[in-house]
């Protein structure tokens, strides 16, 4: 009885400990994941890195009457 019991306690200390391994991963996804959309709407609003106008589109000449 006492091997069987040490063995389902060992089974149980296990299945516990990959629990909190996944769970700690989880958490530390959903973390990368909030820091980096936060990264991206200071970029936005700051108009940074990719997300600024094109030069192009300011140095159209503007037509006028001949």
């Given at each position: ?17 990959a ?5 700690l ?5 959903l973390?990368a ?5 936060w ?17 192009k589109?300011?140095?159209k000449?503007?037509?006028g009457?001949?």
């Amino acid at each position: 009885f006492r091997e069987r019991q040490a063995f389902i306690d060992k089974y149980l200390a296990e299945k516990e400990a990959a629990r909190l391994k996944q769970e700690l991963e989880e958490h530390r996804k959903l973390s990368a994941i909030r820091i980096q959309a936060w990264w991206r709407g200071v970029m936005v609003r700051r108009k940074l890195g990719p997300y600024r106008p094109d030069e192009k589109k300011k140095k159209k000449p503007a037509k006028g009457k001949k």
